[in-house]
């Protein structure tokens, strides 16, 4: 097999003879045949083919191709967003009266969908520390326990996730561990290979890299065995009626089940597609993400290590750094770098903070992160002005909390920007 690299450039598309080189966009809503026998066997999923965009493209599927094989899966799929990945990723599984294990450490808008959303949907969210012990993780569990969800570097607290503890929990409870490995990347760390079953991507990120395309993507390592846990997971282990009494663990196997299911339901009834132009330009985002990971995490490192050494600062988070408390799991799971995102606090709290922001000339303010361009943002008078100190604090943003994403710019320009700009404060 070969080199993530070269999959990054190459993967997932193979033209034939004579056939373009680029990955062709395919702009059609539809796809004609010459029989109604013939589209009968695909509404039957008797044989793979495409009939509607809002269900498969193969723009979508040479680029989902290209990112299972990064990750090292058996399937995958895009979707129009991170979010809709996420949702996907859980609500595939997981129904009215059921309950999902979570990190409390996770993306802010996944925490919303899961706490609130999903919650509303009847499906129940235990939150609990990454940093807990065994024990804690499996009080979590009850005996509708669906999966278990977390993030490989959490956005924004940056903790990083330990793996495996969170995956041997899961599967001692006989249920998936789905991953959000949007700030690692599979050029960083491939979550199939310390257990996980399920990784989820916002694309946004780092993949597209370039703040064009808003996507998400789903990859299924094909290891979990539904069968073996039939009575968990109906939708997957008995015939579905929508589809002639096809029972998808059975007809796709392990392999296939799961994205096969989340296509042939979720997307025929939600239509979370990405559009094949979108797909285009992550996949062009994807043929540099090798190179581009590893610029972000060297000025990233060169960032933090600045920071650390100002004494504007108080604090700085970077699991790079020696002493950062989730430093050693970063070494195991992470070992060729993490990610560009930096927290730091200003001395002198919201106000200095502010001030910092203002002063900023080449780093932009901005509520996006892992773009190539260096941006910045100052949550308690952004995303969270609304909240009062204290309530900051509990939300665990305190209100000097700066989250800096380092982009691949050449990394003196971005320290003098920050230098004189805490100057200023
Ligand atoms: C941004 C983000 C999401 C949501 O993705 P969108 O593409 O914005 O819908 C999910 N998880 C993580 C870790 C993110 O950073």
Same mark, same amino acid.
């Given at each position: 097999?070969?080199?993530?690299?070269?999959?990054?450039?190459?993967?997932?598309?193979?033209?034939?003879?004579?056939?373009?080189?680029?990955?062709?966009?395919?702009?059609? !809503?539809?796809?004609?045949?010459?029989?109604?026998?013939?589209?009968?066997?695909?509404?039957?999923?008797? $044989?793979?083919?495409?009939?509607?965009?809002?269900?498969?493209?193969?723009?979508?599927?040479?680029?989902?191709?290209?990112?299972?094989?990064? =990750?090292?899966?058996?399937?995958?799929?895009?979707?129009? *967003?991170?979010?809709?990945?996420?949702?996907?990723?859980?609500?595939?599984?997981?129904?009215?009266?059921?309950?999902?294990?979570?990190?409390?450490?996770?993306?802010?808008?996944?925490? @919303?969908?899961?706490?609130?959303?999903?919650?509303?949907?009847?499906?129940?969210? &235990?939150? $609990?520390?990454?940093?807990?012990?065994?024990?804690?993780l499996d009080a979590a569990f009850r005996p @509708?326990?669906?999966?278990?969800?977390?993030?490989?570097?959490?956005?924004?607290?940056?903790?990083?996730?330990?793996? =495996?503890?969170?995956?041997?929990?899961?599967?001692?409870?006989?249920?998936?561990?789905?991953?959000?490995?949007?700030?690692?990347?599979?050029?960083?760390?491939?979550?199939?290979?310390?257990?996980?079953?399920?990784? &989820?991507? *916002? !694309?946004?990120?780092?993949?597209?890299?370039?703040? *064009?395309?808003?996507?998400?993507?789903?990859?299924?390592?094909?290891?979990?065995?539904?069968?073996?846990?039939?009575?968990?997971?109906?939708?997957?282990?008995?015939?579905? =009626?929508?589809?002639?009494?096809?029972?998808?663990?059975?007809?796709?196997?392990?392999?296939?089940?799961?994205?096969?299911?989340?296509?042939?339901? %979720?997307?025929?009834?939600?239509?979370?597609?990405?559009?094949?132009? @979108?797909?285009?330009?992550? @996949?062009?985002?994807?043929?540099?993400?090798?190179?581009?990971?590893?610029?972000?995490? =060297?000025?990233?490192?060169?960032?933090? +290590?600045?920071?650390?050494?100002?004494?504007?600062?108080?604090?700085?988070?970077?699991?790079?750094?020696?002493?950062?408390?989730?430093?050693?799991?970063?070494?195991?799971? %992470?070992?060729?770098?993490?990610?560009?995102?930096?927290?730091?606090?200003?001395?002198?709290?919201?106000?200095?903070?502010?001030?910092?922001?203002?002063?900023?000339?080449?780093?932009?303010i901005e509520t996006h992160v892992a773009d190539?361009?260096?941006?910045?943002?100052?949550?308690?008078?952004?995303?969270?002005?609304?909240?009062?100190?204290? +309530?900051?604090?509990?939300?665990?943003? *305190?209100?000097?909390?700066?989250?800096?994403?380092?982009?691949?710019?050449?990394?003196?320009?971005?320290?003098?920007?920050?230098?004189?700009?805490?100057?200023?404060?």
């Amino acid at each position: 097999m070969s080199k993530i690299e070269t999959i990054c450039v190459q993967g997932g598309y193979t033209p034939a003879n004579g056939e373009p080189r680029q990955v062709p966009i395919i702009q059609s !809503t539809t796809f004609k045949y010459d029989t109604s026998e013939d589209m009968a066997k695909l509404f039957d999923l008797e $044989v793979s083919g495409y009939f509607y965009t809002r269900l498969q493209n193969p723009t979508n599927d040479y680029v989902a191709k290209k990112i299972c094989e990064m =990750e090292g899966g058996t399937a995958a799929m895009l979707t129009s *967003s991170g979010q809709a990945a996420s949702f996907f990723s859980v609500f595939n599984i997981a129904g009215q009266g059921d309950h999902i294990v979570s990190s409390s450490a996770i993306y802010g808008g996944t925490y @919303n969908l899961f706490a609130v959303t999903m919650k509303r949907m009847g499906i129940d969210f &235990t939150f $609990v520390s990454p940093d807990c012990t065994r024990e804690e993780l499996d009080a979590a569990f009850r005996p @509708n326990t669906k999966a278990v969800f977390g993030e490989t570097i959490a956005n924004p607290a940056l903790v990083v996730l330990d793996i =495996e503890k969170f995956a041997a929990a899961a599967h001692a409870h006989g249920v998936p561990l789905i991953i959000d490995n949007t700030f690692a990347t599979p050029v960083n760390c491939r979550p199939f290979e310390w257990g996980a079953d399920i990784v &989820t991507h *916002s !694309t946004t990120k780092y993949m597209d890299g370039h703040g *064009s395309a808003v996507g998400g993507c789903i990859v299924d390592s094909g290891r979990f065995d539904w069968m073996a846990h039939a009575e968990k997971y109906p939708g997957l282990c008995t015939p579905d =009626e929508s589809y002639h009494g096809i029972t998808y663990a059975e007809k796709f196997g392990k392999e296939g089940a799961y994205i096969t299911k989340a296509t042939a339901q %979720l997307m025929r009834d939600f239509g979370c597609i990405q559009s094949p132009q @979108n797909a285009f330009l992550l @996949n062009l985002g994807l043929e540099s993400l090798h190179v581009r990971m590893a610029r972000h995490c =060297e000025n990233a490192q060169k960032m933090a +290590e600045y920071l650390q050494s100002d004494d504007k600062v108080a604090w700085v988070t970077y699991s790079g750094l020696e002493g950062d408390k989730y430093h050693e799991l970063a070494k195991k799971y %992470l070992p060729n770098g993490s990610c560009g995102v930096v927290s730091f606090g200003v001395k002198g709290g919201r106000k200095a903070a502010e001030k910092f922001m203002k002063s900023l000339r080449l780093i932009a303010i901005e509520t996006h992160v892992a773009d190539a361009r260096s941006c910045c943002l100052h949550p308690a008078s952004a995303t969270h002005r609304q909240m009062t100190d204290e +309530e900051l604090y509990a939300a665990g943003v *305190s209100p000097d909390l700066v989250r800096l994403s380092c982009g691949i710019e050449n990394i003196d320009d971005l320290i003098a920007d920050v230098k004189q700009a805490l100057e200023k404060v």
